[in-house]
């Protein structure tokens, strides 16, 4: 019998440091490194846009937006994830300087490689942060836009803009934007 080698171990300091160091981004998952992979023009344009009208309405706010440079901590589960974009205000997200904590909206721009972990896995782990108020998925293949939030309940309700709205609502920050801003010059991903 052959022995399968097992993926080293690290733990979320080494994942930190190595990180902190690495030409190359990676998600840690359970102790196990996940390389990230580059990204589409319509990815690219789709988060800009979307951090350019994020950021003027923030302004002042003590909200801080990143983009997807910054990794989100979920202590409860082990993992540290990229997403597109996440926004805090926080003050214990000050006190961390390599990743957050306690994001308020978390949102993912949807590719073929990404989509099912993002709508999945990721979304069941975004779920376990108390502070986490919305979390959003935007195709880069068509205008669609899904927020979900949760009820008093505490369940997670999702509400989608279409091409056939003209206008998107993200509620954790009291903002809403056009349709045709947050795609502006985006050629669709078709494959």
Not at 97 to 121: H, M, N, W
Request: aromatic share 10%.
């Amino acid at each position: 019998m052959i022995a399968t080698p097992q993926p080293p171990y690290f733990s979320p300091e080494e994942y930190l440091q190595i990180e902190e160091k690495s030409p190359l981004k990676h998600e840690y998952i359970g102790g196990q490194l996940r390389a990230m992979v580059g990204s589409s023009q319509a990815h690219n344009t789709i988060s800009g846009n979307l951090l350019a009208l994020l950021r003027g309405h923030l302004r002042g706010t003590g909200c801080r937006v990143f983009i997807s440079d910054m990794k989100v901590r979920i202590e409860q589960r082990n993992r540290f994830y990229y997403p597109d974009l996440a926004v805090t205000c926080d003050e214990r997200d000050r006190q961390t300087r390599l990743y957050l904590q306690c994001p308020k909206l978390i949102v993912e721009v949807l590719s073929d490689s990404t989509e099912a972990f993002d709508r999945g896995d990721k979304f069941e782990d975004y779920q376990t942060l108390e502070s986490l108020d919305e979390y959003v998925l935007i195709s880069s293949k068509r205008h669609l836009v899904q927020c979900f939030r949760p009820n008093g309940e505490g369940l997670w309700v999702l509400q989608s803009y279409t091409g056939e709205q003209s206008t998107f609502q993200l509620r954790s920050l009291n903002v809403s934007g056009s349709l045709a801003e947050l795609y502006e010059d985006v050629f669709f991903d078709l494959g």
